[in-house]
T-cell receptor, first 117, second 116 residues
Framework: ETGVTQTPRHLVMGMTNKKSLKCEQHLGHNAMYWYKQSAKKPLELMFVYNFKEQTENNSVPSRFSPECPNSSHLFLHLHTLQPEDSALYLC????????????????FGPGTRLTVL | AQKVTQAQTEISVVEKEDVTLDCVYETRDTTYYLFWYKQPPSGELVFLIRRNSFDEQNEISGRYSWNFQKSTSSFNFTITASQVVDSAVYFCALSEAGGGADGLTFGKGTHLIIQP
């Protein structure tokens, strides 16, 4: 595998289900991101992990729960979602410099198309 | 607050025509980065270019060229001799903290349709 991979590519779930989205980067990066892309809004940043520490949470509802067990893997745990959460969820990674807010270009995965019934 | 505006929602041209995608940005920082990404129907965002705020040189890469003008806060993207494979949604993005410690702020995207 190369680049940034995401699984599953498509997911349909009911509002009471619990599911997880997985992201893996094979680029040796140390910062990872979750973005949401819905039809009605531009790409929105959800979470940022820099050196495995969550540094950003853009007022995301608690029904979305991120997890970053190591610098290569990022999860987004989903529970009791709403139909308006249906969207394309994109993962990205970049190289962050220690002790700095600077990070290099973000590279994106193919996304998970989520449909909430 | 930072903001990126892509006023062109959709552009349709015939193959081999040149096309320019507009991007206007707002930021209070003197140090920032601008990006263009391409999103084909498959969904993946493909990185095209990154420019920092101190480098106003125009860049050319094959049929692609970018015009960065700080005076007008614009970072426009031109495709010369367009091809059907160029059909995609193109996003302009801005970061005020290097490449993205705070994430990227995206424009709404321009859907480019190249007709054969």
């Amino acid at each position: 595998e190369t680049g940034v991979t995401q699984t599953p590519r498509h997911l349909v779930m009911g509002m009471t289900n619990k599911k997880s989205l997985k992201c893996e980067q094979h680029l040796g990066h140390n910062a990872m991101y979750w973005y949401k892309q819905s039809a009605k809004k531009p790409l929105e940043l959800m979470f940022v992990y820099n050196f495995k520490e969550q540094t950003e949470n853009n007022s995301v509802p608690s029904r979305f729960s991120p997890e970053c067990p190591n610098s290569s893997h990022l999860f987004l745990h989903l529970h009791t979602l709403q139909p308006e959460d249906s969207a394309l969820y994109l993962c990205a990674s970049s190289q962050a410099l220690a002790g700095s807010t600077f990070t290099d270009t973000q590279y994106f995965g193919p996304g998970t198309r989520l449909t909430v019934l | 607050a930072q903001k990126v505006t892509q006023a062109q929602t959709e552009i349709s041209v015939v193959e081999k025509e040149d096309v320019t995608l507009d991007c206007v940005y707002e930021t209070r920082d003197t140090t920032y980065y601008l990006f263009w990404y391409k999103q084909p129907p498959s969904g993946e965002l493909v990185f095209l270019i990154r420019r920092n705020s101190f480098d106003e040189q125009n860049e050319i890469s094959g049929r692609y060229s970018w015009n960065f003008q700080k005076s007008t806060s614009s970072f426009n993207f031109t495709i010369t001799a367009s091809q059907v494979v160029d059909s995609a949604v193109y996003f302009c993005a801005l970061s005020e903290a290097g490449g993205g410690a705070d994430g990227l702020t995206f424009g709404k995207g321009t859907h480019l349709i190249i007709q054969p």
